[in-house]
């Protein structure tokens, strides 16, 4: 049976990352929100769930996962989940709860560059926060790209340089190249000054993407661009 992925079809986000496993592992899933609505699918599909009175434990919002009868939202949640069924984490609960401990940590600073572009309210749009926006982006720059990349380095380093659990690929490594993706797009300036600093980053980065698999998908329609309405954001004057 196939995985069903619930995530907003316009946008990377959030889903990304569960598709960047998905797509590592082989694994048959369906991303129900883009599909055509002909099938059951789409975003009308999506939201029948999350509006759905008679579910006891409902998801607050996407990304969540479907695997049968078992719902799960919450990206390191989902991966938490997919992780031992991929064969994407370590068998012993060390791994585990390391790798979910990571993946916590770049939930971290992926809510940190949401913040960037709005730092005041949600509700308000970008062009609504410009001169909040500025200050917070710079203090971003300056304080926690250097903060957040020197622990990832740190414990690439101590795990023998190649990977951040373990000795093979797990699905931290995969949402660690995601963010670093996203980095580069929305702080290219920034991104690529701090990746001289911290090479093993910008090595696991390379590596990722060359993977068969990744490749695959990066260079399909099946990737969802970058966009001005995600989570990475392109504005030329945050990234000064």
């Not at 401990?101 to 609504?128: K, R, W």
């Not at 917070?136 to 990349?149: E, G, M, N, V, Y």
């Not at 920034?190 to 993977?211: F, G, N, S, V, Y």
């Amino acid at each position: 049976m196939a995985y069903e992925l619930h995530y907003w079809p316009m946008l990377q986000g959030r889903g990304e990352f569960v598709r960047l496993a998905l797509e590592e592992a082989g694994a048959p899933y369906i991303d129900v929100a883009r599909g055509k609505g002909d099938d059951g699918s789409g975003l009308e599909a999506m939201m029948r769930i999350l509006e759905d009175s008679s579910l006891c434990r409902p998801p607050f919002a996407p990304p969540f996962l479907k695997d049968g009868a078992v719902v799960v939202a919450q990206t390191a949640a989902i991966l938490l989940y997919l992780g031992p069924r991929l064969g994407l984490i370590g068998t012993t609960e060390a791994d585990r709860i390391w790798a979910h401990q990571i993946q916590l940590t770049i939930a971290d600073m992926v809510t940190e560059v949401h913040d960037t572009h709005h730092p005041v309210a949600v509700s308000l749009t970008y062009e609504e926060q410009k001169p909040e926006s500025a200050r917070r982006a710079a203090d971003f720059r300056a304080h926690r790209i250097p903060k957040f990349f020197g622990w990832f380095e740190r414990i690439i380093g101590r795990n023998g340089g190649h990977h951040l659990v373990g000795r093979t690929v797990t699905y931290a490594d995969l949402s660690l190249f995601q963010l670093l993706d996203g980095l580069l797009y929305a702080f290219p300036n920034a991104t690529h000054a701090a990746l001289k600093d911290h090479p093993r980053l910008e090595a696991l980065h390379l590596a990722i993407r060359e993977r068969p698999r990744i490749f695959a998908y990066l260079v399909s329609e099946r990737r969802i661009p970058f966009n001005e309405q995600g989570i990475f954001r392109r504005y030329p004057e945050l990234d000064a």
